[in-house]
C-alpha cells in the first residue's frame, strides 16, 4: 500500500503545457495517488505541475509526457538528494540534464508552491542572452503577469531570469548563454550554461562541474566569471558583482 502525505510534496512533473494534458497524465498514477494522493497546479509562464505526495517519481510518466510537449522537468524531493532533471526530446532521443535548483525552488520560480516545501528565496542570481532574438518574440515568450525582466542586448536579448532565457532558446532554435551565481557560497560558485541549437545543453564551471552534461573548457574563450560577464556584456549587478 502507498502511503499518502498530503501536505509533503515527493515528486513533481512540469514543463510548458495545459493542466488538462497533466490530468490525463495523472489519472495513469496508481489507484492510491489518484485524488488526494496528486493535485495539477498552474503556474507562470504558461507552466503547470503535477505534484505527487506519494511514492517514488515515476521518469516512464514524465517521458510520456514527452510526446506532447518539451523539455519536461521531473522533480525528486528527496530531502537527502532532491533532483531537478530536464527530459528534453531531440527527434527521437531523449536528453537528460540536471539543473543545479532544488525542486522546490525551480517551481517557485513559476508561481508553483509545492506543499512541505515553505517558499524561501533562492541566494542564486541568475542571467540569460539569447541571440538573434528580438525584445517582441521575447515578450511573447512571457505571460502578462510575469516578473521577468526582458532587455534588448547586443547579441539579442537579456533576461533577469535565466531559465525563461533557456525556453526561448530552445523554442526559437537560437543560442543561449545561461550565467548562474551564488553570492553567499564560499567556494565563489558560478557556472554558464550554453545552449546550441540541435544539441544537449553544454555548462561549464571551474569550481563545481555537473557530471550531467557535457563540460566546456571554457566560455567564447574565457574562464574566469569576471571575463564571461565581460565578454557577454553583462551588467554585473545583476549577478550581485
Known sequence: MIRIFRDDTKWAIAGKVATNVLEQIARKLPRELQGEGSKVVPGKQGFAALLVFGDL????????????????YLLDFDDDAPVTLKLDR???????TRVDEHPADFLEGYGIVAPGYAATPSPVKSVGIV???????AKRSLPPDADVRVTEHPRGVLFDYAMAAGMLADE????????FRDPEAKDGWFCCVVHEPGKEPASYSPVRRDPNSPPLDNVLGETTLEGIVRVLEIPGELLGL
Do not use: D, H, Y
Open 131 to 137: 541571440e538573434g532574438a528580438s525584445l517582441a518574440e
Open 57 to 72: 517519481p515515476n521518469e516512464t510518466m514524465a517521458k510520456q509526457l514527452l510526446t506532447s510537449v518539451t523539455p519536461v
Open 172 to 179: 526559437l532554435g537560437k543560442r543561449g548563454f545561461l550565467v
Open 90 to 96: 531531440k527527434k527521437t532521443r531523449v536528453t537528460e
